[in-house]
């Protein structure tokens, strides 16, 4: 996935007639369902069943996008909030959009994270790589779209249409994802944390990721957390393949495109998947056009439970190298 700033400048941009006065609710809906993985980050003592209620991230990603964002279409247009959801959702249809063409990419250059045949500890090394592959996303994206911002500000959303949003996602989750523990304020403190969590690592002249790295170690969460404020050391790593470098699916398929060409596909996605909301507004059951859009595909641009083989880290070994053995591309069988 890729991190706030992406996603928020991504929101900027391609947003298609967005509701003026929804426009919060857009995006933060353009940060789809990552705000669950930071609910209990500062404080599991106040937030009970944290490792539960992080789940429904997860699981929202992994499964195929019909059924839980139809459900939400169905839920807004019978709410009295109908409007405000809508926009929420909006944004959600960006958010998938985007985590569909770039999440393969993010993969093949830091490896995965989640392969049940892979160790805790090497689930965690490769996740600490992913986390910083994201935050120079952000770093990259921010600044050559002129988009860098207060990472928390792209989470602000009134009290009374968060929780709205927060109650969409209990009723949801319900019927679909099934995650036990989501209360009806689950979400809204969720997103609570998650500005917090962005208000402590922000440390826009590096300090912060010098002091966590020495407190928690290099690898630790909260290092990976706090953004670069540069690339010195990553000299010659072409994060944005702008080279339009050979990489592969997790499967195998070859693939050459940059991640503006991935940008721009992400775009056509979302354009087709806000079609249906504008049909579905004029009473149009558009469930079926969106399981053709989604293609079986999910966040992480994958059909659930695809095999993930294939990878090669863009570090450079002085800051990781790989710790199982895998594979780089289908010729090496």
Not at 11 to 36: F, R
Not at 195 to 204: G, K, T, W
Request: charged share 25%.
């Amino acid at each position: 996935m890729p991190n706030i700033i992406t996603h928020y400048t991504f929101a900027l941009e391609k947003a298609l007639d967005p509701s003026k006065e929804h426009l919060d609710a857009t995006y933060l809906g353009a940060q789809g369902p990552d705000p669950w993985f930071y609910y209990g980050t500062v404080s599991k003592l106040a937030r009970p069943y944290a490792k539960d209620v992080n789940s429904i991230g997860g699981v929202t990603q992994h499964m195929e996008m019909t059924e839980p964002y139809w459900a939400f279409i169905v839920y807004a247009l019978n709410s009295k909030d109908k409007e405000l959801l809508l926009a929420y959702i909006d944004g959600l249809f960006m958010h998938y959009s985007l985590d569909r063409t770039c999440h393969p990419f993010v993969f093949y250059n830091t490896g995965f994270t989640d392969r049940s045949e892979d160790s805790l500890k090497d689930q965690h090394h490769y996740n600490y790589g992913h986390m910083c592959f994201e935050n120079i996303l952000d770093y990259l994206v921010g600044k050559t779209r002129n988009a860098l911002k207060h990472p928390w500000k792209a989470l602000s959303l009134r009290n009374k249409d968060l929780l709205s949003i927060s109650l969409m996602w209990y009723t949801v989750n319900k019927q679909i994802q099934k995650v036990p523990h989501i209360e009806k304020n689950s979400f809204a403190l969720a997103v609570k944390d998650f500005r917090l969590v962005q208000r402590i690592a922000y440390s826009p002249s590096g300090i912060k990721k010098s002091l966590f790295g020495f407190l928690f170690g290099k690898e630790s969460y909260p290092h990976g957390l706090v953004a670069f404020h540069n690339l010195k050391g990553f000299e010659g790593c072409d994060f944005l393949n702008e080279k339009h470098s050979d990489w592969y699916m997790p499967a195998g398929e070859k693939k050459n495109e940059s991640f503006d060409d991935l940008y721009e596909e992400a775009g056509k996605i979302y354009a087709e998947l806000h079609y249906t909301i504008g049909k579905a507004k004029e009473g149009i059951n558009e469930k079926e056009e969106i399981a053709r859009i989604g293609n079986h595909i999910n966040h992480e641009g994958i059909v659930p439970r695809s095999p993930k083989i294939y990878w090669k880290l863009i570090w450079p070994s002085s800051f990781q190298v790989d710790t199982v053995k895998h594979l780089t591309r289908p010729e090496e069988k």
